[in-house]
């Protein structure tokens, strides 16, 4: 049995390279890293869907810097191989490149290895600045949910072609720029495969079809703990699992081996 190895930038863009399917999920505490990283999930992303998940708010605007701070310090502990991206909240990297260069500094400090934020081509020259600094950032287009008040709701995105060609472009600038990964969120099957193809930096797709690099679905929603209506791209892998550690697993191995996601049923 081969030794197992931390996972690093390095190693993410091989996996991308290689056609190797890239596990994500969301974790906020060091408990759950335990499991995710006991399992094998690739990487773990403190995300400021924690606002609606554990804070109980109905969007991610309130979250702020300081809980981010501390859930990544959480998920830090427990975790020994995944790779760790921490969510720069709203508002913590809006007004300019240094205020973003303090709060990444802040997030890194605490134990991320990465910092993702969301938005297209305006958050380049904040990309820019952070990688030129050392610090490895993520993007996220399509449904970005600290916006969820400019999109008029938890909606589809690029579904028109002068849409899908803008998210194109964006990607591109955004890679161009340093990200080193991207988050899609919410956009047609179609679109995601073009973006996975397309871009030179992995691509990982949340309802975002099965043609992306990789996958990331929120903790709870994969639990079967999803307050309201379950979205369509999410599938509830306690269904028929024997614990906690057995649906991660089974997460784990059906990106991996391609029947999560199932085109028809959770692809738009
Ligand atoms: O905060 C989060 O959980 C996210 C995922 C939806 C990708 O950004």
Redesign the pocket.
Same mark, same amino acid.
């Given at each position: 049995m081969t030794e197992r190895k931390p996972v690093t930038l390095h190693r993410l863009r091989a996996m991308h390279r290689d056609g190797e399917t890239i596990t994500m999920l969301?974790c906020y505490d060091s408990s759950f890293a335990r499991v995710l990283d006991a399992a094998g999930v690739d990487v773990l $992303?403190v995300?400021?869907? $924690?606002g609606m998940t554990l804070q109980g708010h109905t969007s991610?605007v309130p979250v702020s810097i300081d809980a981010m701070e501390y859930h990544t310090r959480c998920v830090a502990s427990g975790n020994r191989y995944a790779w760790i991206v921490g969510?720069l909240p709203f508002g913590s990297y809006h007004e300019s490149c240094e205020q973003a260069l303090r709060n990444a500094a802040r997030l890194m400090q605490a134990g991320a290895q990465m910092v993702?934020l969301?938005g297209g081509g305006w958050t380049a020259p904040v990309v820019r600045f952070l990688v030129e600094r050392g610090i490895p950032v993520c993007a996220?287009l399509g449904l970005t949910?600290q916006s969820v008040h400019a999109l008029g709701g938890y909606r589809i995105q690029g579904r028109d072609d002068a849409a899908a060609g803008l998210m194109l472009a964006q990607g591109r600038e955004l890679a161009e720029a340093g990200a080193a990964m991207i988050?899609i969120?919410l956009v047609p099957s179609d679109l995601g495969r073009i973006l996975a193809r397309e871009l030179p930096i992995p691509v990982?797709g949340?309802g975002a079809g099965a043609g992306c690099s990789g996958q990331?679905l929120?903790l709870h929603d994969m639990l079967g703990i999803t307050h309201g209506r379950k979205p369509r791209f999410v599938r509830d892998f306690m269904d028929g699992a024997a614990s906690i550690d057995d649906a991660v697993a089974r997460y784990v191995a059906a990106v991996r081996d391609g029947s999560f996601p199932d085109e028809s049923t959770h692809g738009y």
């Open positions: 969301t $992303l995300g400021d869907s $924690l991610t969510d993702k969301e996220h949910p988050v969120e990982i949340i990331v929120v």
